[in-house]
């Protein structure tokens, strides 16, 4: 089992609608959950982060993390085609340990 | 833009070279971060400097190396390249004290020819 599962997509929605993107884990040791958006040939972009469990919102975005189902997701609100990028998500045990990070998962927002 | 940079963007070179890439992390950050990402592998951690010195190492052949000089810039070396080297490289920084997120560079691209 590898140690983050991320769906790689394509996910294609219409503009306007709410995004839900998501990865499991498998070490019950990570305590900082983060969401990086990648463009094409541009690096990864931090987005959001989060210590332990609860929510976290920023505009049209909203980080969840469930310890106890080890599952993150990460909500878009009235997606924009300028959303479309790839979303990874990432993960680490304290503060000096190394990133874990999913494989990502590609976005299309449809005008 | 993160603050991070990387050069150069593109670096085309032959199987068995070796090359040199560079990182200047964010103003005021001590610690530097390398990792590659390729399609199949997605983005692997290969090691970390903090302030001069080597903090952590992940997923780094013992072709490559790097260091973190006395200014925090950091340079990641590739010897005796392969083609499975082909690769995006990219640098990140984060701050000292308490929870820093990691902030990333546009990368540089590698093509082993």
């Known amino acids: 089992q590898k140690e983050v599962e991320q769906d790689p997509g394509p996910l294609s929605v219409p503009e306007g609608a709410i995004v839900s993107l998501n990865c499991t884990y498998s070490n019950s040791a990570f305590q900082y959950f983060m969401w990086y958006r990648q463009y094409s040939r541009k690096g990864p972009e931090l987005l959001m982060y989060t210590y332990s469990s609860g929510n976290k919102e920023d505009g049209r975005f909203t980080a969840q993390v469930d310890k106890s189902s080890k599952y993150i997701s990460l909500f878009i609100r009235d997606s924009q085609p300028s959303d479309s990028a790839t979303y990874l998500c990432?993960?680490?045990?304290?503060?000096?340990?190394?990133?874990?990070f999913g494989k990502g998962t590609r976005l299309h927002i449809l005008p | 833009d993160s603050g991070v940079t990387q050069t150069p963007k593109h670096l085309i070179t032959a199987t068995g070279q070796r090359v040199t890439l560079r990182c200047s992390p964010r103003?005021?950050?001590?610690?530097v971060y390398w990792y590659q990402q390729s399609l199949d592998q997605g983005l692997q951690f290969l090691i970390q400097y903090y302030n001069g010195e080597e903090r952590a190492k992940g997923n780094i052949l013992e072709r490559f190396s790097a260091q973190q000089f006395p200014d925090l810039h950091s340079e990641l070396n590739l010897s005796s390249l392969e083609l499975g080297d082909s690769a995006l490289y990219f640098c990140?920084?984060?701050?000292?004290?308490?929870?820093?997120?990691?902030?990333f560079g546009d990368g540089t691209r590698l093509s082993i020819l």
């Open positions: 103003s005021g950050d001590l610690s």
């Open positions: 990140a920084s984060s701050g000292g004290t308490g929870y820093q997120p990691q902030h």
């Open positions: 990432a993960m680490s045990g304290n503060r000096d340990d190394k990133i874990i």
